[in-house]
Nanobody
Framework: VQLQAFGGGLVQAGGSLRLSCATS????????MGWFRQTPGKEREFVAA????????YYADSVSGRFTISRDSAKNTVNLQMNSLKPEDTAVYHC??????????????????WGQGTLVTVSS
């Protein structure tokens, strides 16, 4: 499975961005799809995940109510709609695919496949 994330950019605080993760090379119907972010010197941080079969989303407390994750089965993509962005949301965002159980959704080591990151910069 190959993943490619895109949609990052520069936005002012309070603005919105939509990230997408295109999948190829195999089906992800039985996978969990996640978004993680990372800033220099810090560990990769869980942002959101969606179970492909149910479409149910799971969120980090820091983004709950502002971000929405969704999957498009027809296009084999996973999207992350980010609203009310804050400067602390600035990071490189990575999408990932894994088959872990529900309790591992927030753990980066539960994901097998990773896309290259896309940079999101939120200015104050």
């Amino acid at each position: 499975v190959q993943l490619q994330a895109f949609g990052g950019g520069l936005v002012q605080a309070g603005g919105s961005l939509r990230l997408s993760c295109a999948t190829s090379g195999g089906t992800v119907r039985n996978y969990n799809m996640g978004w993680f972010r990372q800033t220099p010197g810090k560990e990769r941080e869980f942002v959101a995940a969606v179970k492909w079969d149910s479409g149910r989303g799971y969120y980090a407390d820091s983004v709950s109510g502002r971000f929405t994750i969704s999957r498009d089965s027809a296009k084999n993509t996973v999207n992350l709609q980010m609203n009310s962005l804050k400067p602390e949301d600035t990071a490189v965002y990575h999408c990932a695919a894994g088959r872990g159980i529900l309790s591992t959704l927030r753990a980066s080591n539960a994901y097998l496949y990773w896309g290259q990151g896309t940079l999101v910069t939120v200015s104050s």
